[in-house]
T-cell receptor, first 114, second 114 residues
Framework: GENVEQHPSTLSVQEGDSAVIKCTYS??????FPWYKQELGKRPQLIID?????GEKKDQRIAVTLNKTAKHFSLHITETQPEDSAVYFC?????????????FGQGTELSVKP | EAQVTQNPRYLITVTGKKLTVTCSQN?????MSWYRQDPGLGLRQIYY???????DKGDVPEGYKVSRKEKRNFPLILESPSPNQTSLYFC?????????????FGQGTRLTVV
């Protein structure tokens, strides 16, 4: 089955700096890669996703890149703000003939210092 | 409003006392799943269901049961809870077999087993 590794586990940046979180996956058949943000005491919520036929996707200050050959994908947050502080999870969805399970990374706790 | 609703939000129980955590979604999603969240381990899937009367084990199914008698409901049952099941639990739902596979999460249930 799919396995997703996420790094780093914690990340501290100054307000205005960029933050990068990286994930690797093991199953080349996985075709959907979402990123979730979980604020303290709240549920995970989707912030951006990318499908395997696309190499990069951007939405304002956040962007995701996917390298299918190397089986890794990354989240980039530019001009970070204190409200970006949260736990971020990457995930990979298995192919549906494997059950279509969404496998999550271990999470990255991002702290943006004013 | 499209949502996934879990109940209860908080639960303290004693070892061995059967409990059920309910999950309901109003988006007509085929795919539903349960996760547990523990520090440093991310979100680990307990059970999932691809449609009514179809359920399967995730990565950490021991000690849990589920049922899917109706499309909207996917209860999680702990027949004999133990302290190692103390965790934060999330239910999630998504469409199945389409390009739009965002997972929507419930509010979470914080379970303590003493």
């Amino acid at each position: 089955g799919e396995n997703v590794e996420q790094h780093p586990s914690t990340l501290s940046v100054q307000e205005g700096d960029s933050a990068v979180i990286k994930c690797t996956y093991s199953d080349s058949a996985s075709n959907y890669f979402p990123w979730y943000k979980q604020e303290l005491g709240k549920r995970p919520q989707l912030i951006i996703d990318i499908r395997s036929n696309v190499g990069e996707k951007k939405d304002q200050r956040i962007a995701v890149t996917l390298n299918k050959t190397a089986k890794h994908f990354s989240l980039h947050i530019t001009e970070t703000q204190p409200e970006d502080s949260a736990v971020y999870f990457c995930a990979a969805r298995e192919s549906y003939n494997q059950g279509g399970k969404l496998i999550f990374g271990q999470g990255t706790e991002l702290s943006v210092k004013p | 409003e499209a949502q996934v609703t879990q109940n209860p939000r908080y639960l303290i129980t004693v070892t061995g006392k059967k409990l059920t955590v309910t999950c309901s979604q109003n988006m007509n999603h085929e795919y539903m799943s349960w996760y547990r969240q523990d520090p440093g381990l991310g979100l680990r899937q307990i059970y999932y269901s691809m449609n009514v009367e179809v359920t399967d084990k995730g990565d950490v199914p021991e000690g849990y049961k589920v049922s899917r008698k109706e499309k909207r409901n996917f209860p999680l049952i702990l027949e004999s809870p133990s302290p190692n099941q103390t965790s934060l639990y999330f239910c999630a739902s998504s469409l199945f077999g389409t390009a739009n596979t965002e997972a929507f999460f419930g509010q979470g249930t914080r379970l303590t087993v003493v």
